[in-house]
């Protein structure tokens, strides 16, 4: 059973999806830290026959789909949250409001090196997972029940991560996340009330004084949002305006690998054991677009979110959604900043 | 360090408070369970020196305060994440807006066994916990200084506790938190279309198929809502209409406290070791309600939720505020109303 159910009372949308119950990991999820031994690993190179059949993979010349010869390899999820088949159409019954679980479920798998995660990653090879991510957010937007397309990366267990292999999760969705239509609204009011990009004018005012700086190159700006709700959360962003992800063009791409490769390395450093969750927000579908929402995207801007997993949410957190952040995101940046990460 | 952050974008606020990093569970967060040593527990009757002076107690006649002889006792949080000191005045900077950490964050001890969890609890001292709670909000409401009194409670590591000796928080905040914002929002919203309190509606709706309902007596009823993000996640409310926790009289205490022990054993029964989060949503303080917010209360119903932890939230709840439940509301309720729960 997959369906989407709108809260009758705050309006949220949740995906109530029965198959995800199946995932190995589900049974003690929280209790111990992903198996890290590539032997019965699904995402193995020449374990293609363990996951759905592949959507999308770089590959060796003359090597066919789903066997060996692959760099990065785009599958279905086999314990998908949603499935393309049918018509998102809503449907009322009184208060309780439900959409039929349409949508797509993807997984990234990163490389075929069972423990080499992102940060250990070649440039030129980081640079292209990000390709991967435009090119199956253009796919997928292209059908017309997607109304937002959702990149994001768990890694490790306290993180929610269900396998140790390096992976990433694209979620396409008949309706646009909460997060992202707050993202939306706040901007727009931003927009409609300065003539600015909020996002731009956040940027500036970090660059002002630095103390919320990480890393900046390129044109790339690395650093720990003022209210932050994670200790030493992180977001990367392009410094010039540019509300969609999808229009990134290779040189950017290349800017953010590489800021993504120093926050990450500084990350790993500062915390040991790297666990965290990664998220894209970018512009939904032109088709879900709010009625309000200028034509030209001048209010939106595309950028990387890292929540480093140190604390566990907790009833302040679910019950109220008060975060209480124990490190000031100036001491984390600066801590950041102070990590020397060499990258090639 | 202590202040409240307004996101620039969202407007979300969060708490830093780097207090809260000295709390020794805070070190391996999410890695293992917590000790159920009684030894060394700060909780303990006997260690009252090990906590900051207390409160409030419920004690056998001529004892002390902060000497053994208590039954509940609420002292002053020993890592609080805010602080009864000074004016919470937003200040603004450019994007950044900031109030100093002015407010209050409490321990209810509920019982100086360290073994007696809630569901353990004979239900008059349950209802006296329950009494404690409201007495504790009607005090710190009386600060004009606090807008909104956040009771919550964590049992178990992975819910984010830190010490296993049955205790819940108090937090007097100078805001009031996004989720009781969205509520009161949405709430009004009804009430203004149909004249209806929308917690009132959603019982009826619920009662009409029984498909949700989890237990219903003595006027209270417990369900698992129709937008469950967490599986087995249950709420707990009067049938009868009430706005504010704080008006409940002994006997509706009474019978919130049998459902709660209910509730919590069946959980416990269907879920084996009983890990969860749960909170009270009730009327933030009057000089805190919005403009448009009717004097009569009509709009707004106070309830408990719970939100047993079995699922790791990821990428897709924390980047996007999508949450994937793996277990419909209706199995969930089907499966706890199977199980017999005798309560005394």
Redesign the interface.
């Known amino acids: 059973?997959r369906e989407l159910?709108?809260?009758?009372?705050?309006?949220?949308?949740?995906?109530?999806?029965?198959?995800?119950?199946k995932r190995p990991a589900?049974k003690h999820?929280?209790?111990e830290e992903e198996a890290d031994d590539p032997a019965g690993c699904p995402f193995e190179e020449g374990s293609e026959a363990s996951t759905p059949p592949e959507i999308y993979a770089l590959r060796k010349p003359a090597t066919s789909p789903d066997t060996p010869g692959w760099r990065i390899r785009v599958t279905p999820n086999k314990y998908p949250?949603l499935l393309m088949e049918g018509d998102p159409a809503a449907q009322q019954q009184?208060?309780?409001t439900r959409i039929p679980g349409v949508g797509a479920h993807e997984t990234v798998i990163e490389t075929p090196d069972h423990f080499r995660h992102l940060e250990a990653q070649p440039l030129p090879h980081l640079t292209r997972i990000l390709e991967v991510f435009q090119q199956r957010i253009c796919a997928l937007r292209a059908d017309p029940r997607i109304a937002y397309v959702?990149v994001?990366?768990?890694q490790g267990?306290?993180?929610?991560?269900s396998l140790h292999h390096p992976h990433s999760?694209i979620?396409g969705?008949p309706v646009i996340?909460?997060?992202?239509e707050?993202?939306l609204?706040?901007?727009l009011a931003?927009w409609k009330r300065t003539g600015e990009c909020?996002?731009c004018?956040?940027t500036k005012?970090v660059l002002e004084k630095d103390e919320l700086v990480v890393h900046r190159d390129d044109g790339v700006l690395a650093f720990c949002?003022?209210?932050?709700?994670?200790?030493y959360e992180t977001w990367i962003l392009p410094e010039a305006h540019q509300a969609d992800f999808a229009d990134a063009g290779n040189e950017l791409l290349a800017g953010i690998a590489r800021a993504l490769k120093v926050v990450l390395m500084k990350h790993r450093e500062a915390l040991g054991k790297l666990s965290y969750?990664?998220?894209l927000?970018t512009l939904p579908s032109t088709d879900a677009v709010v009625d309000d929402f200028p034509a030209s995207h001048q209010h939106y801007h595309w950028h990387l979110?890292i929540?480093p997993?140190?604390?566990?949410?907790?009833?302040?957190e679910?019950?109220?959604?008060?975060?209480?952040?124990?490190?000031?995101?100036e001491?984390a940046a600066m801590h950041l900043r102070s990590i020397k990460a060499e990258v090639d």
């Open positions: 059973m159910r709108k809260d009758p009372i705050i309006f949220r949308w949740v995906i109530i999806s029965t198959e995800r119950a589900e999820a929280g209790r949250a009184g208060l309780f959702l994001f990366r768990n267990r306290s993180a929610g991560a999760q979620v969705l996340p909460t997060r992202i707050e993202e609204a706040g901007s931003h909020v996002f004018d956040l005012q949002p003022y209210a932050s709700i994670f200790p969750n990664m998220v927000h979110e929540y997993r140190l604390t566990q949410p907790a009833g302040c679910w019950g109220a959604g008060i975060h209480i952040n124990p490190k000031t995101p001491e």
